[in-house]
């Protein structure tokens, strides 16, 4: 009886564990989707505000902040960082920082290349790209 009570509570920590690395993974996904969906946001709000410093020295810092808080895409991108800022929350709740830390940043690094490629049409060269696909790699080696 003691025997089979051992197994069940193995089998019991194993589902926990698995469990908890399938939440990690979604919670880093979350994370990658919302924080690149952020910066491209963002980049994009900056792009159409113009230049922040010289606006700041002509008009003020006031001007500058009701400007980005007017802009759409400034506060969608503020939303999917806040949204990217509990997904890794959530994320570390479930599982070490040693695995949610790297393998988010990482990720996102790659997202934000492809990104900016191909949604805001910047010019990414081969040095990026390589660097992404050796990113990534380290991302498959860490989850293996």
């Known amino acids: 009886m003691e025997h089979a009570l051992a197994v069940l509570q193995l089998k019991g920590l194993h589902g926990i564990r698995h469990l908890s690395n399938l939440h990690a993974w979604l919670a880093i996904f979350a994370v990658v989707i919302t924080s690149s969906c952020g910066d491209m946001l963002l980049a994009r709000a900056m792009k159409q505000i113009g230049d922040l410093g010289e606006m700041r020295r002509r008009r003020g810092l006031v001007f500058v902040a009701l400007l980005a808080l007017r802009n759409k895409y400034f506060l969608l991108g503020v939303g999917c960082m806040t949204l990217s800022f509990y997904s890794l929350l959530y994320g570390l709740s479930w599982n070490n920082v ?32 390589t660097a992404a696909l050796l990113v990534g ?8």
């Open 98 to 129: 040693s695995l949610i830390g790297p393998a988010a940043a990482s990720l996102t690094f790659v997202a934000n290349a492809i990104g900016a490629k191909f949604f805001l049409h910047e010019k990414v060269d081969h040095r990026r790209w």
């Open 137 to 144: 790699a380290g991302v498959i080696l860490m989850a293996l």
